[in-house]
């Protein structure tokens, strides 16, 4: 069951990562792709109806860490509490941005908040990818598997470790870069006209920086924490998930060059959900780990609720499952096709 519970955060994980993803690629690259307000209202169109729903998966992921496994939850919560409230905080201004830049038609008003809109998805994946790698390196958790994290400290990756440091910086770094690639390749297609062109050319440029940068993140990781790849020689998912990033990286790099939108566009999703499981598959069953004492890492196994805990959250897990996936199915069904610029170019 403890398995089972970890293999439902992983997916819940990586479905905000893929599908929020694009959300946020979409919004920080969206003064680049739109040069007037309507096509930044294009670009408004094709992820306004979707945004939320696509936050509820980070919702639900912290639902389920806190049935599963409350003392991960605990611990987290506490030592990254300034993160998460920035992270929180600029969730908050993004959704603003999105509603209240067109409440009023004036266009001071709606360049304000455009900047706004950018710059919190800038902020959101680059936190992202920094949380992402604090997870990766490791927390300096003490023998009770508490923590607490500075903004920095020597910005080495061994003891008394910060949030940012040489590593989780260029994992941030890496983060950003990928959703704005997954998000030129969302837009083109679903876009047409300008935002289309311009999606297109900006795609082409940024896979072949992503697999560069996925590369060297690659090597970084191997010297920090090793123990990440020895635990994926023995397990076949990890191989089938390291044959997924191969081919949704080359999917998404050929896909645009000849012009396949959906090929460019499903491998991109691949490639990122294929890098979340090789992760994910790979440091199991440690869940928080400690760049102190090895033998102070939270583990699935030492920080799993009782059986009834755990038996109770997969009876019910299938049921929330199906109604959100028949959800989105409703909402992806409904907001098909092109998105084009209306006489209302700002709202969805």
């Given at each position: 069951?403890?398995?089972?519970?970890?293999g439902?955060?992983?997916?819940?994980l990586?479905?905000?990562?893929?599908?929020?993803?694009?959300?946020?690629?979409?919004?920080?690259i969206?003064?680049?792709?739109?040069?007037?307000?309507?096509?930044?209202?294009v670009v408004?169109?094709?992820?306004?109806?979707?945004?939320?729903?696509?936050?509820?998966?980070?919702?639900?992921?912290?639902?389920?860490?806190?049935?599963?496994?409350?003392?991960?939850?605990?611990?987290?919560?506490?030592?990254?509490?300034?993160?998460l409230?920035?992270?929180?905080?600029?969730?908050?201004?993004?959704?603003?941005?999105?509603?209240a830049?067109?409440?009023?038609?004036?266009?001071?008003?709606?360049?304000a908040?455009?900047?706004?809109?950018?710059?919190?998805?800038?902020?959101?994946?680059?936190?992202?990818?920094?949380?992402?790698?604090?997870?990766?390196?490791?927390?300096?958790?003490?023998?009770?598997?508490?923590f607490t994290?500075?903004?920095f400290?020597?910005f080495g990756?061994h003891?008394?470790?910060?949030?940012?440091?040489?590593?989780?910086v260029?994992?941030?770094?890496?983060?950003?870069v990928?959703?704005?690639?997954?998000?030129?390749?969302?837009?083109?297609?679903?876009t047409?006209s300008?935002?289309?062109e311009?999606?297109e050319r900006?795609a082409?440029?940024?896979w072949?920086?992503?697999?560069?940068l996925l590369l060297?993140?690659?090597?970084?990781?191997?010297?920090?924490?090793?123990d990440l790849f020895t635990?994926m020689?023995?397990?076949?998912?990890?191989?089938l998930?390291?044959?997924g990033?191969a081919g949704?990286?080359l999917?998404a790099?050929?896909?645009?060059?000849?012009?396949?939108?959906l090929?460019?566009?499903?491998?991109?999703?691949?490639?990122i959900?294929?890098?979340?499981?090789?992760?994910?598959?790979?440091?199991?069953?440690v869940m928080?780990?400690?760049t102190?004492e090895?033998e102070?890492?939270?583990?699935a196994?030492?920080?799993?609720?009782?059986?009834?805990?755990?038996?109770?959250?997969?009876?019910?897990?299938?049921f929330?499952?199906v109604?959100a996936v028949?959800?989105?199915?409703?909402?992806?069904?409904y907001?098909?096709?092109?998105v084009?610029?209306?006489?209302?170019s700002q709202?969805?």
């Amino acid at each position: 069951m403890i398995e089972m519970s970890y293999g439902i955060l992983v997916f819940m994980l990586t479905a905000f990562m893929v599908l929020e993803g694009w959300d946020f690629g979409a919004g920080l690259i969206h003064f680049v792709v739109g040069r007037n307000e309507s096509d930044r209202g294009v670009v408004i169109r094709a992820i306004g109806p979707l945004w939320i729903w696509h936050e509820v998966w980070l919702v639900a992921f912290g639902g389920m860490t806190f049935v599963a496994f409350p003392a991960v939850l605990a611990s987290a919560f506490a030592g990254f509490y300034l993160a998460l409230f920035l992270l929180l905080w600029c969730l908050i201004l993004r959704g603003i941005a999105v509603e209240a830049r067109g409440l009023i038609s004036d266009p001071l008003w709606r360049e304000a908040w455009d900047f706004a809109f950018a710059t919190s998805n800038l902020l959101l994946a680059v936190l992202i990818g920094v949380a992402l790698g604090n997870v990766i390196r490791g927390e300096p958790l003490d023998a009770h598997g508490d923590f607490t994290l500075s903004f920095f400290t020597d910005f080495g990756v061994h003891g008394q470790v910060g949030i940012l440091d040489w590593y989780t910086v260029s994992i941030g770094i890496f983060i950003l870069v990928l959703f704005a690639a997954h998000g030129a390749s969302y837009l083109t297609w679903k876009t047409e006209s300008t935002v289309h062109e311009r999606s297109e050319r900006l795609a082409r440029c940024l896979w072949p920086i992503v697999l560069l940068l996925l590369l060297g993140a690659t090597i970084e990781t191997a010297i920090v924490r090793p123990d990440l790849f020895t635990g994926m020689i023995h397990r076949p998912l990890a191989w089938l998930a390291l044959a997924g990033v191969a081919g949704g990286g080359l999917a998404a790099l050929f896909g645009q060059w000849r012009r396949r939108e959906l090929t460019a566009f499903l491998g991109s999703c691949t490639l990122i959900s294929s890098l979340m499981t090789a992760g994910a598959v790979g440091v199991f069953p440690v869940m928080l780990h400690s760049t102190v004492e090895p033998e102070n890492s939270v583990t699935a196994y030492n920080s799993a609720t009782d059986i009834h805990g755990l038996r109770s959250m997969l009876i019910w897990w299938p049921f929330a499952f199906v109604l959100a996936v028949g959800y989105v199915a409703f909402i992806y069904r409904y907001y098909h096709g092109k998105v084009k610029a209306g006489a209302n170019s700002q709202g969805y």
